[in-house]
């Protein structure tokens, strides 16, 4: 059964850092092409960011570009999303999910709330 | 960017209904894909290229669709279908979502 764990979100002032972690199971990690996508409570779906199989292609939301990173650890199953200078518009549900196109699993999401 | 507009943003249907939400993208793409997402949890994939359903959907759902216009459709409307439905393209980046359907049982 795939499964999809984020982890790493809370409460954070603004100008601040937080990195999100995601740990998948029950399908082969380094196969497939990874996303962060969020979502602020009450609105839409956002997509984030994206990062290929081997880390060979990423690519941002310009409204995160330049203050978000996207990376992985194949060995460890493990998709993360470094988060600096954050804003209160980043306060969202931040979801992982797997991509091939589509979007065929997601986890359950983990709440980040930029507040001072 | 790719722009996606869906339509209507929200409507409420009878239960035996026939229901169509329309997604309409600023440019041709090669593929939609649907999803739904109920009040507190996270979204699941509904159809996916245009018009394959996802494992587990009922065969009363259908999609449909090519270049800027795409449509997902019941054939006849049940409780559970009661949900926010989104589109998605995955032709080019930025990947982007429609604003999505809220569909409420009448």
């Known amino acids: 059964e795939v499964q999809l764990v984020e982890s790493g979100g809370g409460l954070v002032q603004p100008g601040r850092s937080l990195k999100l972690s995601c740990l998948a199971s029950?399908?082969?990690?380094?196969?497939?092409?990874m996303n962060w996508i969020r979502q602020a409570p009450g609105k839409g779906l956002e997509w984030v960011a994206s990062i290929s199989s081997s880390s060979s292609y990423i690519y941002y939301a310009d409204t995160v570009k330049g203050r978000f990173t996207i990376s992985r650890d194949n060995a460890k199953n493990t998709l993360y999303l470094q988060m600096t200078s954050l804003r209160s518009e980043d306060t969202a549900l931040y979801y992982c999910a797997r991509h091939r196109g589509w979007f065929a699993y997601w986890g359950q999401g983990t709440l980040v709330t930029v507040s001072s | 960017e790719i722009v996606l507009t869906q339509s209507p943003t929200t409507m409420a249907a009878s239960p035996g209904e026939k229901v169509t939400l329309t997604c309409r993208a600023s440019s041709s793409v090669s593929y939609m894909h649907w999803y739904q997402q109920r009040s507190g949890t996270s979204p699941k994939l509904w159809i996916y290229?245009?018009?394959k359903l996802a494992s587990g959907v009922p065969n009363r759902f259908s999609g449909s669709g090519s270049g800027t216009s795409y449509s997902l459709t019941i054939n006849s409307m049940e409780t559970e279908d009661a949900a926010t439905y989104y589109c998605?393209?995955?032709?080019?980046?930025?990947?982007?979502f429609g604003s999505g359907t809220k569909l409420e049982i009448k």
């Open positions: 029950g399908f082969t990690f380094s196969n497939y092409g």
């Open positions: 998605q393209q995955g032709s080019s980046y930025p990947l982007t």
């Open positions: 290229e245009t018009s």
